[in-house]
């Protein structure tokens, strides 16, 4: 084993940093443990390296130079001690027997089935003798199928063997007992599924001993005696928290009430209308109610403080007791036998069972998906296979079958900008004016990850302020919204990296791969935000201004929106659409353009195919809106179709659908065709489309945050094996397009002082917002 001299020295400064700590004298007994053997560990590695040549003195060297041609050294072919002649029926010739005799057999050996301690004497035959070929045996597809194992299943079973290495990853006894005990672990483990549910849970469960996560019978049920104890508080957090909403919501009912009424009075002066002792009666009680309301819950908020307080701190330390027996758990797993097996199968299965992850295999992952989604649904790739464990794969998969993502970087660049000198939650909280920053779990048991999330994160509003020319201290629409790093998303294939949610306005940064979707979250708050906050009104969840412009108050910014809007959306590519036929719609069509008298008629019959045949009556009845003509033009698009497909054909699916841009085109086609689904709906296509537009500016600058936004050129999402790429974002002319119009939105946002008009009432924004700030 040889280490660069890269991670040398990033072991070393780790070593560094784990001496530092058990020097403090500060940490718990558990925790002390967990440092001490991780630190150990990491000795032993840099120590295996030391190999320095040994002091020899003269006498001794000169013997070394009388070279007979022999080597000391047990793994080389010229062993001095090696075996001479052949002496049958030796330990270790049984053992070596034993082990060519599976092989010839197909069967699996197991690691019960070897003479270790004999194959081992000549550590260069074990070396030969420890292989994939030798040990693996040959799969019995057709005992699984028998047995009732889905096609799927087992189609992913073999994906998952051929990931494994062909021979043990380190040159040692220890690896080689590893890999076979791994070999031996999986196959039995993997031939139990039945279905391809049951093969995913079980890679999970596998992927959480490599992880060193699993805790044996004991430390499961404190762990989950003390989730349930957290659980409680948690409920009591709640209902305490939904107590004050409600204190809150009659707060702002009678608030409604008392603006109400005051309109009234207004509205009966500014008409000259007599005003009443009743109506200002009516007033005062309004106003009487409001100040109640408003007292009630400032009181119930000042009441349950202490509370929250204690009952939080309760939960932190549970918090902290999970985190320590999970801590135990893996300084013991982590050096288990189970876990060296799992790593001594090699990087690809590795990879294959980090799918879910960036850094995992990005093929293995469509292969999940396709496998959970029942493909393939026969037994034909194992009928071509024969006796061998891997030959071959049916067919690649196809588009439509594919779980699209977005993709993040492994490692998160920031080039150029500002020093960030931001230490604290607190401290982001006030550089943008957040909210909250909320952090989960996994955060506060990891300073050094809290620490990172919150300088990057920093870092990428500071960037995006000098961007969009809008300073950071408005990023956080006037604490309208808050921030939360792993605290609110749930992981599992397809789980969104990072994502805004508009009811809480809260973005969420997932644990490992959030960083790279903050400008892209940004954007989405930026565009669920703005509209009411423009308008001086609180502003509903469903509010995305990029969706509907008509939400922000007339003038520029409004503008800029429709103009963002139609930059991404319109353009002169046609969705796909679907026409339906039936039996009598082909002897119409031959009826009326078989012998064409009409010049729609001769138009269609000189198109030459049924995509151009559409358009072409699309064409005549462009601009003709009027209801006949409508419904002339579908009764023609219908015939025009037909004329130029196969007669029985009971659908055609042509890019005769609605023009649009490129981009929009794209997304659509991520959605399955399906206009606005998802990816083309007018909120993520602005998004993505943010991303660019940062990208793009900060790379003018010479600049670059990955953190705030990573890989937005569609270059990243190219799959070979189909040879065509997806492209989420927008690309040449358009993507110049939709960054000016960007620019457009943003100059009158500076131009009109939005952001500070917005928010320089903060008497109002203290009465919203008041208690997130405590």
């Given at each position: 084993?040889s280490?660069?001299?890269?991670?040398?020295?990033?072991?070393?400064g780790?070593?560094?940093?784990?001496?530092?700590?058990?020097?403090?004298?500060?940490?718990?007994?558990?925790?002390?443990?967990?440092?001490?053997?991780?630190?150990?560990?990491?000795?032993k590695q840099?120590?295996?390296?030391?190999?320095?040549?040994?002091?020899?003195?003269?006498?001794t060297?000169?013997?070394?130079?009388?070279?007979?041609?022999?080597?000391?050294?047990?793994?080389?072919?010229?062993?001095?001690?090696?075996?001479?002649?052949?002496?049958?029926?030796?330990?270790?010739?049984?053992?070596?027997?034993?082990?060519?005799?599976?092989?010839?057999?197909?069967?699996?050996?197991?690691?019960?089935d070897?003479?270790?301690?004999a194959?081992?004497?000549?550590?260069?035959?074990?070396?030969?003798l420890?292989?994939?070929s030798?040990?693996?045996?040959?799969?019995?597809?057709?005992?699984?199928?028998?047995?009732?194992?889905?096609?799927?299943?087992?189609?992913l079973?073999?994906?998952?063997?051929?990931?494994i290495?062909?021979?043990?990853?380190?040159?040692?006894?220890?690896?080689?007992k590893?890999?076979?005990?791994?070999?031996?672990?999986?196959?039995?483990?993997?031939?139990?599924?039945?279905?391809?549910?049951?093969?995913?849970?079980?890679?999970?469960?596998?992927?959480?001993?490599?992880?060193?996560?699993?805790?044996?019978?004991?430390?499961a049920?404190q762990?989950?005696?003390?989730t349930?104890?957290?659980?409680t508080?948690?409920?009591?957090?709640?209902?305490?928290?939904?107590?004050?909403n409600?204190?809150?919501?009659?707060?702002?009912?009678?608030?409604?009430?008392?603006?109400?009424?005051?309109?009234d009075?207004?509205?009966?002066?500014?008409?000259?209308?007599?005003?009443?002792?009743?109506?200002?009666?009516?007033?005062?009680?309004?106003?009487?109610?409001?100040?109640q309301?408003?007292?009630?819950?400032?009181?119930?908020l000042?009441?349950?403080?202490?509370?929250l307080k204690?009952?939080?701190?309760?939960?932190?330390?549970?918090?902290?007791?999970?985190?320590?027996?999970?801590?135990?758990?893996?300084?013991?797993?982590?050096?288990?036998?189970?876990?060296?097996?799992?790593?001594?199968?090699?990087?690809?299965?590795?990879?294959s069972?980090?799918?879910?992850?960036?850094?995992?295999?990005?093929?293995?992952?469509r292969?999940?998906?396709?496998?959970?989604?029942?493909?393939?649904?026969?037994?034909?790739?194992?009928?071509?296979?024969?006796?061998?464990?891997?030959?071959?794969?049916?067919?690649?998969?196809?588009?439509?079958?594919?779980?699209?993502?977005?993709?993040?970087v492994?490692?998160?660049?920031?080039?150029?900008?500002?020093?960030?000198?931001?230490?604290?939650?607190?401290?982001?909280?006030?550089?943008?004016?957040?909210?909250?920053?909320?952090?989960?779990?996994?955060?506060?048991?990891?300073?050094?990850?809290?620490?990172?999330?919150?300088?990057?994160?920093?870092?990428?509003?500071?960037?995006?302020?000098?961007?969009?020319?809008?300073?950071?201290?408005?990023?956080g629409?006037?604490?309208?919204?808050?921030?939360?790093?792993?605290?609110?998303?749930?992981g599992?294939?397809?789980?969104?990296?990072?994502?805004?949610?508009?009811?809480?306005?809260?973005?969420?940064?997932?644990?490992m791969?959030?960083?790279?979707?903050?400008?892209?979250?940004?954007?989405?708050?930026?565009?669920?935000?703005?509209?009411?906050?423009?308008?001086?009104?609180?502003?509903?969840?469903?509010?995305?201004?990029?969706?509907n412009?008509?939400l922000?108050?007339?003038?520029?910014?409004?503008?800029a929106f429709?103009?963002?809007?139609?930059?991404?959306?319109?353009?002169?590519q046609?969705?796909?659409?679907?026409?339906?036929f039936?039996?009598?719609?082909?002897?119409?069509?031959?009826?009326?353009?078989?012998?064409?008298?009409?010049q729609l008629?001769?138009?269609?019959?000189?198109?030459?195919?049924?995509?151009?045949?559409?358009?072409?009556?699309?064409?005549?009845?462009?601009?003709?809106?009027?209801?006949?003509?409508?419904?002339?033009?579908?009764?023609?698009?219908?015939?025009?179709?037909?004329?130029?497909?196969?007669?029985?054909?009971?659908?055609?699916?042509?890019?005769?659908?609605?023009?649009?841009?490129?981009?929009m085109?794209?997304?659509?086609?991520?959605?399955?065709?399906?206009?606005g689904?998802?990816?083309?709906?007018?909120?993520?296509?602005?998004?993505?489309?943010?991303?660019?537009?940062?990208?793009?500016?900060?790379?003018?600058m010479d600049?670059?945050?990955?953190?705030?936004?990573?890989?937005?050129?569609?270059?990243h999402?190219y799959?070979?094996?189909?040879?065509?790429?997806?492209?989420?974002?927008?690309?040449?002319?358009e993507?110049?397009?939709?960054s000016?119009?960007?620019?457009?939105?943003?100059?009158?946002?500076?131009?009109?002082?939005?952001?500070?008009?917005?928010?320089?009432?903060?008497?109002?924004l203290?009465?919203i917002?008041?208690?997130?700030h405590?």
């Amino acid at each position: 084993m040889s280490l660069s001299p890269i991670e040398k020295t990033r072991l070393s400064g780790q070593l560094l940093r784990l001496r530092a700590q058990l020097m403090t004298g500060t940490l718990k007994p558990l925790e002390k443990a967990r440092v001490s053997a991780e630190a150990l560990s990491i000795r032993k590695q840099l120590g295996a390296l030391d190999l320095k040549p040994p002091v020899v003195d003269a006498e001794t060297a000169a013997e070394l130079e009388a070279d007979d041609g022999l080597s000391d050294d047990p793994n080389s072919p010229n062993y001095r001690y090696a075996d001479v002649g052949y002496i049958p029926g030796s330990r270790k010739e049984e053992a070596a027997g034993a082990i060519r005799k599976a092989r010839t057999e197909g069967r699996m050996l197991r690691s019960t089935d070897i003479d270790f301690a004999a194959i081992e004497e000549t550590p260069r035959q074990a070396r030969a003798l420890v292989v994939k070929s030798n040990l693996f045996g040959v799969v019995d597809w057709d005992g699984l199928k028998e047995q009732g194992t889905e096609p799927a299943a087992a189609f992913l079973m073999d994906r998952v063997y051929a990931s494994i290495a062909k021979e043990p990853t380190e040159d040692s006894a220890e690896a080689r007992k590893a890999y076979v005990l791994g070999l031996e672990t999986l196959r039995t483990r993997l031939e139990l599924c039945r279905t391809s549910k049951e093969v995913v849970a079980t890679l999970t469960d596998i992927r959480e001993e490599l992880l060193g996560s699993q805790l044996d019978a004991d430390e499961a049920e404190q762990y989950q005696a003390i989730t349930e104890r957290q659980r409680t508080i948690g409920k009591q957090i709640a209902a305490i928290q939904n107590d004050e909403n409600r204190a809150q919501s009659a707060m702002y009912a009678a608030s409604n009430l008392n603006n109400k009424a005051k309109r009234d009075l207004d509205n009966r002066a500014s008409r000259g209308w007599s005003i009443t002792a009743e109506h200002e009666q009516a007033a005062k009680a309004a106003e009487t109610e409001y100040q109640q309301a408003m007292q009630a819950w400032s009181d119930l908020l000042d009441q349950n403080k202490p509370v929250l307080k204690q009952l939080r701190a309760a939960s932190s330390a549970l918090s902290q007791e999970r985190a320590e027996i999970m801590g135990v758990a893996k300084a013991r797993n982590l050096g288990s036998p189970i876990n060296r097996a799992w790593m001594s199968l090699g990087d690809r299965f590795v990879k294959s069972l980090m799918f879910r992850s960036t850094s995992g295999s990005e093929a293995f992952a469509r292969h999940v998906s396709n496998a959970l989604s029942g493909d393939p649904k026969d037994w034909e790739w194992a009928d071509k296979k024969g006796g061998e464990v891997m030959l071959g794969a049916p067919k690649a998969p196809t588009k439509k079958r594919q779980t699209f993502a977005l993709r993040v970087v492994d490692k998160f660049d920031r080039k150029g900008g500002r020093a960030v000198d931001v230490n604290s939650t607190r401290a982001l909280q006030q550089l943008c004016g957040f909210r909250a920053v909320q952090s989960g779990n996994w955060v506060l048991d990891d300073p050094d990850s809290a620490k990172w999330h919150v300088e990057q994160f920093a870092g990428a509003m500071m960037d995006m302020a000098d961007v969009l020319g809008i300073s950071e201290e408005h990023l956080g629409f006037g604490g309208r919204l808050g921030i939360a790093f792993g605290a609110r998303g749930k992981g599992g294939k397809g789980a969104a990296t990072a994502q805004y949610e508009p009811v809480l306005r809260a973005i969420n940064i997932t644990k490992m791969n959030g960083g790279g979707g903050a400008g892209h979250e940004q954007m989405h708050a930026l565009d669920n935000i703005l509209p009411g906050l423009l308008r001086g009104e609180p502003g509903a969840a469903t509010e995305f201004a990029t969706d509907n412009p008509q939400l922000v108050p007339e003038g520029p910014v409004r503008d800029a929106f429709a103009a963002l809007k139609t930059a991404m959306t319109e353009g002169t590519q046609r969705l796909p659409e679907t026409i339906k036929f039936t039996p009598r719609t082909f002897a119409n069509a031959k009826l009326n353009l078989d012998n064409p008298r009409g010049q729609l008629a001769q138009r269609i019959k000189a198109a030459g195919s049924a995509e151009a045949a559409v358009l072409v009556v699309d064409g005549f009845y462009a601009g003709r809106n009027y209801r006949g003509a409508q419904k002339d033009q579908k009764t023609w698009r219908t015939l025009a179709a037909a004329y130029f497909t196969p007669e029985g054909t009971t659908e055609v699916q042509l890019n005769t659908g609605k023009a649009v841009s490129s981009f929009m085109a794209e997304a659509a086609f991520l959605d399955g065709s399906k206009e606005g689904k998802y990816w083309s709906s007018a909120p993520e296509m602005a998004a993505r489309a943010f991303q660019s537009y940062l990208e793009d500016k900060l790379a003018s600058m010479d600049r670059q945050n990955d953190y705030l936004s990573c890989l937005a050129d569609n270059k990243h999402h190219y799959f070979p094996a189909q040879g065509e790429p997806f492209k989420p974002y927008p690309e040449g002319e358009e993507r110049q397009r939709i960054s000016a119009a960007f620019d457009q939105l943003f100059a009158a946002l500076r131009e009109g002082k939005a952001f500070e008009t917005a928010l320089a009432n903060t008497a109002l924004l203290d009465s919203i917002f008041r208690g997130f700030h405590d």
